[in-house]
C-alpha cells in the first residue's frame, strides 16, 4: 500500500518561514506518474487545496499562497516538498500531502492516497 508521511510542520511567528516534508513509499507505478498535492484544514473548517505538480513538475497554486510557498518534488526519493515564506497566522492549519496516479492535475482534483498530516501554527 502506498503511505503518505508529513514531517516538518511546528510553530513560527508571522513572516517566518518552514519546510514541509512528505515521504513516501509503497507505490506501484513510478512516483513521477503521480499527481502530488499539499492541502490543509484549518479548525472547524474544511480541507483545500494548497498546490500541486503534475508529472511533467508544472505546478499550480492557491491564490492565497501564490508567490510565498514553493512545491517541489524528488521524483528519485519519492519525496513532495513545501517551502513555506512570509507566513501569516491564517496559514495556521493541519498540512497534508496527497497523491494520485493521473496525467491530470488541478488544485482541485480528487487525490486518492493522503498522509495524516503535520500541524502548522503561526503566531
Known amino acids: 500500500d502506498v503511505q503518505l508521511v508529513e514531517s516538518g510542520g511546528g510553530s513560527v511567528q508571522p513572516g517566518g518561514s518552514l519546510r514541509l516534508s512528505c515521504a513516501g513509499s509503497?507505490?506501484?507505478?513510478?512516483?513521477?506518474?503521480?499527481?502530488l498535492g499539499w492541502f490543509r484544514q484549518a479548525l472547524g473548517k474544511e480541507r483545500k487545496a494548497v498546490a500541486v505538480v503534475a508529472r511533467d513538475g508544472s505546478t499550480a497554486y492557491s491564490d492565497s499562497v501564490e508567490g510565498r510557498f514553493t512545491i517541489s518534488k524528488d521524483n528519485a526519493k519519492d519525496s513532495l516538498y513545501l517551502e513555506m515564506n512570509s507566513l501569516k497566522p491564517e496559514d495556521s492549519a493541519m498540512y497534508y500531502c496527497?497523491?494520485?496516479?493521473?496525467?491530470?492535475?488541478?488544485?482541485?482534483?480528487?487525490?486518492?492516497?493522503w498522509g495524516k498530516g503535520t500541524q502548522v501554527t503561526v503566531s
Open positions: 509503497g507505490f506501484t507505478f513510478r512516483y513521477s506518474d503521480y499527481c
Open positions: 496527497a497523491a494520485v496516479r493521473s496525467a491530470y492535475c488541478y488544485p482541485n482534483y480528487a487525490m486518492d492516497t
